[in-house]
């Protein structure tokens, strides 16, 4: 983590040197008076905007490559949201300079290794949500994990990447062979990590393993920017719906618990 965040400060004091950050002093005058080392999120004064960040279309095919490798860095929550973020860096400049891209670090394993919620949605959701009002939030974040539930990841596109050694800003070694498929059914780091496991063959802590979760990194990444692009172009429609047999336990369980998973994967019908 200390060296992650070394390098990430590092990249932050030089964009910053390069182009003005859009809100606050003017970055150029800051970096002469007080150089480069002052030059980052703490040479900011005043606040933060709460109304959502602006979005461009952004390139799902590069999401894919970052999130890839940011997961090597540290972790799949972080990796998923860097990805983003940092092509918004890249493309928009100004207030994404001033969030700090390793914030989404606790979500990895499902937030800190629990194995609850699966930390490539949570930082895609982060980042969406930056740029998201708060009904559009909840739109896009239930397509993406109602899509994530019955994707089989990781996905061809990431695989034949990865089999070529195309991931070019992985700097760590990663295998590059197939793997299988797997379908989770369920947003859980825990679900989606155990079957995957049980069908591979390949325990939690192999290579290979780490390279699934590496991979379908990528994948949540590359389909949250598809969602943006589509909704930043009016044209989000929501798809997904709750299975046939959730539908009816939720005609008489809607108002004593919370969600839309498949309940079957934890309660016996009745
Ligand atoms: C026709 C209405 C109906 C449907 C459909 C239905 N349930 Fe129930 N369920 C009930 C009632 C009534 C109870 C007992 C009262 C209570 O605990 O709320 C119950 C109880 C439960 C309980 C608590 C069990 C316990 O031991 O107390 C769970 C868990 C549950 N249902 C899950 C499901 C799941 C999963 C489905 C779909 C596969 C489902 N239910 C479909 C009406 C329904
Ligand atoms: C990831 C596992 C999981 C999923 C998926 C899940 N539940 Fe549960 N549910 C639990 C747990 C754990 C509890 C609390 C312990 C218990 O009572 O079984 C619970 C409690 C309940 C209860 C109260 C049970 C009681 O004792 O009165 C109901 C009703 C219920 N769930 C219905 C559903 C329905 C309907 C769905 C699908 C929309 C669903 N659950 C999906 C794990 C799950």
């Known amino acids: 983590m200390a060296d992650l965040e070394k390098a990430l400060e590092k990249e932050v004091s030089r964009r910053s040197f390069l182009k003005t950050t859009g809100i606050g002093l ?4 800051g970096a002469l008076v007080f150089g480069t080392g002052m030059v980052g999120a703490q040479a900011q004064t005043g606040t933060v905007a709460e109304a959502p960040l602006p979005y461009v279309e952004l390139d799902p095919e590069e999401a894919r490559l970052r999130g890839h490798a940011g997961y090597y860095q540290a972790g799949c929550s972080f990796g998923a949201f860097y990805a983003i973020a ?3 860096r890249d493309k928009v400049g100004g207030p994404y300079n001033q969030i700090p891209l390793r914030m989404l670090g606790y979500g990895r394993g499902g937030f800190a290794n629990w194995g609850t919620i699966c930390g490539a949605l949570n930082g895609a959701s982060a980042a969406i949500n930056l740029v998201c009002p708060d009904a559009d939030t909840n739109k896009l974040v239930a ?3 109602g899509w994530y539930t019955r994707f089989p990841f990781p996905s061809a596109e990431a695989t034949a990447i990865g089999v070529a050694g195309g991931f070019k800003y992985t700097t760590k070694q990663y295998p590059k062979i197939e793997l299988v498929t797997s379908v989770s059914d369920s947003p859980l780091c825990h679900a989606s990590n155990a079957k995957w496991i049980a069908k591979s063959g ?3 802590p192999s290579p ?7 991979r379908l990194t990528g994948d949540v990444a590359a389909k949250a920017v ?3 692009n589509a909704w930043k172009a009016g044209k989000f429609v929501a798809t997904f719906k709750v299975d046939d047999q959730t539908a009816g336990c939720l005609s008489c369980h809607a108002e004593d618990q919370e969600g839309k998973m498949a309940c079957v994967s934890c309660h016996e019908p009745h």
């Open 86 to 88: 940092s092509m918004l």
């Open 143 to 145: 397509e993406l994990l």
């Open 202 to 204: 390949f325990l939690l």
């Open 208 to 214: 290979e393993r780490k390279e699934r979760c590496a």
């Open 26 to 29: 003017g970055v150029a005058a």
């Open 226 to 228: 598809e969602l943006l």
